[in-house]
């Protein structure tokens, strides 16, 4: 077959694809109509969703970062007040969960101890933040100390060290451990979480805390012998 008679054949397959196109539209042309103006509206409904998430996650970054500078600087009720119009208005977005997690430590702090814990549990079952959610079940074992379940309080300072990814919040929250340990006199368990403190801190006032308490669970030890 001739070049000239190939690209003849070529022509004519297209030109015959277009034409079925043309007839099958002819034929179906409400399906297809249909079809399209229901990709089209999809689209503006993804669009739409899209532009409006971001939008909420830029507000409540903006309340969120506010109520953050009011509470650096004392004035709490004002804090509290931006931190609920975040949670309140913007559920689901990162910034309205840290806002909880203020609302839960500022509760704690005031001494609302049931209200903090319920504010940090509810925090912690929300999209997994990991600067805040290990903080949150430390605070959830600060709750249960103040409510004097030691059982509770360990467990949760437990999981909260191993999801520290930073030593200086792990470090802290060992701390709060082993002073557990010791008050319930596990001797042991206290002195291998001070000695992963002295392993992993690099904070000063946290080392010497550790290494006093070691010191001092060795003296009980000479003692009993």
Known sequence: MSKHMRKDLKHDEFKETIENIIIFYEHHKKTVLWVVSGIVILLILFFTYRNNKLTKIKKSKEIYNIGVILYSNAN????REKFKTATDNYQGTIFANRSLFMLANMSYKEGNVDDALAKFQ???KEKYDEIFTPSAYQGIGQCYEQKGDMQGAI????TACDKFKGNVGKSDCLLSLARLYLALQKMDEAEDVLEEILDIS??????????KKIKLIQAQRE???
């Not at 467990?155 to 437990?158: G, M, V």
């Not at 690099?202 to 290494?211: F, G, N, R």
């Open 76 to 79: 709490f009720d004002e804090a």
């Open 202 to 211: 690099e904070d000063t006032e946290i080392l010497k805390a550790a290494s």
């Open 155 to 158: 467990e949760n300072y437990k």
């Open 122 to 124: 509810a925090f912690t």
């Open 223 to 225: 003692l009993n012998e």
